[in-house]
């Protein structure tokens, strides 16, 4: 089992910047993925970065040179740093670990953290 914390989010004036953090704790699990999604108020969540293996970054085009991902994988955490916020960044931003344990492949997502960019 494998528990994602993130922090970090809040309130933010557009072209502001918030850096958010996921911490995941679990034994026996072995990372292959960790990523940030989003949810918007009447929308799908959808991906906004990755990080594979702790090398490989894929970003969404509506953020690419904007945001950027990184991890530290001796303490099992991903960041998302979020420059230039606009309002359509608005909405929860979960974090999402894949991986797998005893030979099984598995998906796990945080509780979300609210960003809201608004003056």
């Known amino acids: 089992q494998v528990q994602l914390v993130e922090s970090g989010g809040g309130l933010v004036q557009p072209g502001g910047s918030l850096r958010l953090s996921c911490v995941a704790s679990?034994?026996?699990?072995?990372?292959?993925?960790m990523g940030w999604y989003r949810q918007a108020p009447g929308k799908q969540r959808e991906l906004v970065a990755i990080?594979?293996?702790?090398?490989?970054?894929n970003y969404a085009d509506f953020v690419k040179g904007r945001f950027a991902i990184s991890s530290d994988n001796a303490k099992n955490t991903v960041y998302l740093q979020m420059n230039s916020l606009k309002s359509e960044n608005t909405a929860v931003y979960y974090c999402?670990?894949?991986?797998?344990?005893?030979?099984?492949?598995?998906?796990?997502w945080g509780q979300g953290t609210q960003v809201t960019v608004s003056s």
């Open positions: 999402r670990a894949d991986g797998t344990s005893d030979g099984t492949y598995s998906t796990y």
């Open positions: 990080i594979t293996r702790g090398v490989i970054r």
């Open positions: 679990g034994s026996g699990f072995s990372f292959v993925a």
